[in-house]
């Protein structure tokens, strides 16, 4: 089968949802209300064609005066003025009800005027409902129009102003008749907002199908996000499967030994913990000893801004500015405030990608949680795919979680109930002996090995970090089976009255 | 802009003389390429459709504009051509015409001069061209 000539829009992510780009000549829509973005989308198409791909455009402007266009266009770094001058754009300025007779004709003025720099794009900015000529319908009026531009063997974008939100329930004649049907969208999330790109339809070729995310980015344009959900390459799904020989140190002393020698390579690793238990202290040492080793790590933090990361690493005796010096180490911060999520994973990929981390912290997936709420599918589809992702590029990957329970644990990811996606769970409690609140560790969870689920105590001494404390006991301690207990199942379990022993050998 | 300049300004462009031919100019400063009919650019500038055509005039055989040859389209494509020799004392007197006291000023300084030449009627006006100006 052949393969499809597909323009390239040049619209940092664009492409990647249209799977390369627009199949030549088809006749593109870009629907939505005032202020989604249609105008500054079909001007990068044009301005992009004619800048990154030699296709000469066209721009047909019925309200917007050509001046403030360009001005307007500047503000993106996209000189038009100077595109004009290279004779590889016309900027037209007309009405809608000229625009339509002239395309009617067979001797177009305004399509001898695209032929002549050789035009291969046209945008036509802010069509409405088209009236036919002869009282006829919409629909006939656009397939007209349609026609007159397959003449010329133009990609032509049109923005089509729509009052409606929901074109399921008032879908106009044009979307029928176009080849492709982009739908822009701006909607309230709590007091921000949010805008998202759709692909309705797109004859001749494959696409992403869903809503996804989009930026209007100064001196740059557009900026897409395939949304988090839309599915990958099958290699990502792949590399689930992990080299069940490679280990990957913890950077605890006395850690390594309860995990049978360090996490598997490209494993996730669930660090779950009231506040101060030393999540973050744990992760500090996860990275630094990658660093040690010579291997790349990424931390991403969203609690915490950098100068706070250095600081605290500085406290326990990691000169984390240096590590970043040397390029082993990519701190990360995002702000966890009106988090666009569909941004935010692409920026993480972007970093994986470039970056190609070995080892990675992310904390914490609880900041995630109160972002993207935890009842609905958004962060559990979040969270598998930076599973997902990191798994693909053999990353080893620690998340910390907030578990609120100060004394004990009722469950170990409360409401987050993605703990089935994780190899390795370790909980750090508190343990209140005497008037003192005491560091203790328990690995809960280590897929394919072996594991105690005994706890261990911990400190954290300033100028050195975190190390489990070696159990100095030595000789019998009683086990008692479970036969010797009543309640098992509950928290709080009682010995029976006569004791049922055996003794440990 | 002080008087004197503007009137040097002027010299160089002596096809103008009604405030609708500066207006005109202005729009096509705004918008260099333009396809419509003459109502619509009459609505456009506000004035009535036969002084827009005399303007359209004045400018097209000055050779400040040039107009789609074609007149069976209900629509023309106008496209500003400032003359290579004119093209950055166009620019400097548009953008100084294109804020509203600028544009009074020059309003203002058309109708002086006008005002100050010997009358003539219409027929005895000289072809308000380029060349003209040039002396060629």
């Not at chain 1, 049978?260 to 660090?271: K, R």
Request: glycine share 8%.
């Amino acid at each position: 089968m052949p393969e499809p000539d597909l323009v390239k829009t040049g619209i940092k992510g664009l492409d990647e949802i249209l799977f390369g780009g627009i199949p030549r000549g088809n006749i593109i829509l870009v629907a939505g209300t005032a202020g989604t973005g249609k105008t500054t989308l079909g001007v990068e198409f044009v301005y992009r064609g004619a800048r990154e791909f030699n296709e000469p455009g066209m721009i047909i402007l019925f309200e917007v005066a050509p001046d403030k266009l360009i001005r307007d266009a500047a503000l993106f770094g996209w000189d038009l003025r100077e595109l004009e001058r290279e004779r590889r754009l016309k900027i037209v300025f007309t009405t809608r009800q000229a625009f339509q007779q002239e395309l009617l004709r067979a001797d177009s003025v305004l399509l001898a005027e695209a032929a002549e720099i050789g035009a291969r794009r046209l945008f036509v900015d802010g069509l409405v409902r088209l009236a036919e000529p002869n009282g006829g319908e919409p629909r006939e009026a656009f397939h007209l129009l349609a026609e007159g531009l397959h003449r010329e063997n133009l990609t032509a974008m049109l923005a089509l102003e729509s009052t409606f939100d929901h074109p399921a329930t008032a879908r106009a004649p044009e979307e029928f008749v176009a080849d492709t049907i982009l739908k822009l969208s701006i909607e309230p999330v709590q007091r921000a907002v949010l805008r998202s790109v759709e692909v309705v339809k797109s004859r001749g070729h494959e696409y992403a199908l869903g809503r996804h995310s989009f930026r209007i980015v100064n001196g740059h344009g557009l900026e897409v996000y395939r949304r988090v959900q839309a599915p990958r390459s099958s290699q990502r799904e792949r590399g689930a499967a992990f080299d069940p020989t490679s280990r990957v140190t913890t950077g605890i002393p006395g850690l390594d030994e309860l995990v049978n020698g360090g996490y598997f390579v490209a494993s996730t690793t669930l660090v779950v913990g009231i506040s101060g238990a030393g999540k973050s202290v744990m992760s500090l040492q996860f990275i630094a000893e990658g660093a040690r080793r010579g291997e790349r790590c990424l931390m991403i933090t969203l609690d915490e801004p950098p100068a706070q990361v250095l600081r605290n690493a500085h406290s326990i005796g990691i000169d984390f500015q240096a590590l970043i010096d040397k390029g082993l180490v990519h701190l990360w911060y995002e702000p966890p405030q009106e988090m666009e999520i569909d941004r935010h994973f692409a920026q993480i990929e972007a970093i994986v990608e470039s970056f190609k981390p070995q080892r990675a912290v992310i904390d914490s997936l609880s900041t995630y949680g109160s972002s993207l709420g935890v009842a609905e599918r958004g962060f559990r589809d979040f969270f598998h795919a930076i599973v997902a992702l990191m798994k693909e590029h053999q990353v080893t990957t620690v998340y910390n979680h907030e578990n609120p329970e100060m004394l004990g644990m009722s469950s170990m990811m409360g409401e987050f109930k993605v703990s089935s996606l994780v190899d390795n769970i370790i909980l750090m409690n508190w343990v209140e002996l005497g008037d003192t609140f005491r560091h203790a560790l328990t690995v809960a969870k280590m897929r394919a090995m072996p594991t105690s689920r005994t706890t261990h105590e911990c400190e954290i001494v300033n100028g050195q970090g975190m190390r489990v404390l070696p159990r100095p006991l030595t000789g019998a301690l009683p086990v008692v089976p479970f036969a010797g207990y009543l309640g098992l199942i509950s928290r709080a379990p009682e010995r029976r009255g006569q004791q049922v022993g055996r003794t440990d050998p | 802009m002080a008087p004197k300049k503007l009137r040097v300004l002027l010299d160089r462009f002596e096809c103008l003389k009604d405030p609708c031919d500066l207006d005109l100019l202005l729009f096509f400063y705004r918008h260099p390429r333009a396809f419509l009919i003459s109502e619509r650019l009459a609505a456009y500038v506000g004035y009535d459709r036969p002084q827009v055509v005399q303007s359209l005039e004045v400018l097209i055989t000055a050779r400040l504009l040039r107009r789609s040859p074609d007149s069976t389209h209900p629509a023309r494509l106008y496209v500003l051509t400032p003359g290579s020799t004119l093209g950055g004392w166009l620019s400097s007197l548009l953008r100084f015409a294109a804020t509203r006291d600028g544009r009074l000023a020059v309003i203002h300084a058309l109708k002086q001069r006008q005002s100050s030449r010997p009358s003539a009627g219409p027929e005895a006006e000289p072809s308000r061209t380029l060349e003209h100006f040039h002396g060629g």
